[in-house]
Nanobody
Framework: QVQLVECGGGLVQAGGSLRLSCAGS????????VIWYRQGPGKQRDMVAT???????NYADSVKGRFTISRDNAKNTVYLQMNSLKPEDTAVYYC?????????WGQGTQVTVSS
């Protein structure tokens, strides 16, 4: 069983920065690929960034060069550093993992970027 808990969201002005955290329980989290998704108002849930257990990363084109995903396996935590935020980044951000082919989602954290 894995539980994912996100934190770090909030209200920020355009151009500002936030760092989201996804804390996972269970040792299996350390070998899981973790994905950050986001869902804006009236939009579908989209992939933002991915990190494998070995640290390989992938980003949506819309966030490349602005967002950085990283992980600290000693702390069972994955981070999403978000810089140069834009109003269109406003969304609920979720972390996701599926170790052992079981899907786990966090509860989400709201990010609001004002213009």
């Amino acid at each position: 069983q894995v539980q994912l808990v996100e934190c770090g969201g909030g209200l920020v002005q355009a151009g500002g920065s936030l760092r989201l955290s996804c804390a996972g329980s269970g040792s299996i989290f350390r070998i899981a690929t973790v994905i950050w998704y986001r869902q804006g108002p009236g939009k579908q849930r989209d992939m933002v960034a991915t990190i494998t257990s070995g640290g390989n990363t992938n980003y949506a084109d819309s966030v490349k060069g602005r967002f950085t995903i990283s992980r600290d396996n000693a702390k069972n935590t994955v981070y999403l550093q978000m810089n140069s935020l834009k109003p269109e980044d406003t969304a609920v951000y979720y972390c996701y993992a599926n170790p052992g082919a079981v899907n786990y989602w966090g509860q989400g954290t709201q990010v609001t970027v004002s213009s």
